[in-house]
């Protein structure tokens, strides 16, 4: 058993070591934190098996600069990223990226393999659907974001996952970063090494991310619920919004799921249906998409460890973010399954869906598709400025306004973009010493 619960703490275990990796500052000062170069890759971790990766923690910050502070760069440089002061006090300039956590990618490898069997945007992966993160507390998953940035878009949070992730060669960790703007993380990653392999039956964890924005409805002008649409057949699944199809042997473990609605009415009115090992009509048959979830009569505003609401549309109108894990139940296959759900009775409604899935299965899965970046961000409420009047010709003051702030800026600006190469380059160094400590600490383990 590579991590039970509970079960870890009433037995001594042999031949076992505990293990991290992290984001620490390596020179032994406060720069506790990487900064993932724009459209560029870190690896988080690089480690030698047999071990079991048992608990990940994160938190980030993508910010875009539009404008001289009064802090200097450089200085400000060697302080914690905290800026949390609003750009009304003329302290900064800085606002968060809304859209990061679709834009950046978390990617995990498993003893070599030529795929991988984990890419799925950032904050999806941790159960952040929209790009905007709330809190809520599962079993294998949670969020924690203060009040005051719950339910914005990319707002600042922690992330944990106790998803058990065994290896019995190589694990690897990286995050993708696909943005025109750099990624600050802070990360812990927690793990065990083992002096045996693990044994044969062992299966390895996945995840993976879909979405349809829109899904292909055919009748958004027809009420749900309604005659008209309550008669319309929908027995074989064909055009259901998809979850996860996925090939080999193991067992699906659960998915987050999130909505967009359109029509203002009613979103989940859709039944689940799970086709295993090829079958061409599901054996597994829901009963409305609320039911999935375990909610009933709509979605409730409440979280247990295997399902709930992480946003809910009384909140947030027109959005849904649910989750439901199958841990005492999981969904086993031989050698597939698509797990599918309408959208809509007879997937009548044309919504914006995405959904990240989580499974364990034998290697090698198959290959993991994720759409570009413009069709991965998240769909926001608009907000539109009236037109602009005819704007006053400048006196002599206001130009001197300009240009001093124009004078300003070319001297910050350069600093910024200084002291964001300075800690990049720190990161790639950082890299390589935490891949050559978890070396390190393989080969005492190995010797003792």
Known sequence: MVNALFDNLTRRKSGVRSARVSSWDQSGCNQDYWMVPENGTVVLADLDGPGCITHIWLTSFCRIYEGPGIMDPIENARTAPVNEIHNALGLNRETTDPDYFRKALIKMTWEDSASPAVLVPLGDFFGIGHSMPSNFTSLPLNVSVKPSEDRHFGAQCSCS?????????????????????PLGLYFHIDYELYKQRLPEETLYFHSSWNRESPCNGWGDNLQVNSPEVNYVPNLLGEENYVVLDAEGSGHYVGCNLSVTHFQGSWWGEGNDMIFIDGEKEPSINGTGTEDYFNHAWGMQKNQFPFFGSIIHESDFAG?????????????????????????GHANHLSDDWSSTAYWYQTLPCKPLLILPVDQRLPIKPQITRPNQKAFPSLNPDMNAAHQAMQKRNDIFMPKKTQALMDKKNRTLEYEKGEIAFSKKIKKDFDLC
């Open 161 to 181: 996952c106790y998803f058990p992730m065994p290896f019995n060669k190589r694990a690897k960790i990286e995050i993708v970063n696909e943005n025109e703007r």
């Open 319 to 343: 959005y849904q973010v649910s989750y439901r894990f199958h841990i005492p139940d999981p969904v086993y296959f031989s050698k597939s399954i698509r797990v599918t759900i309408e959208h």
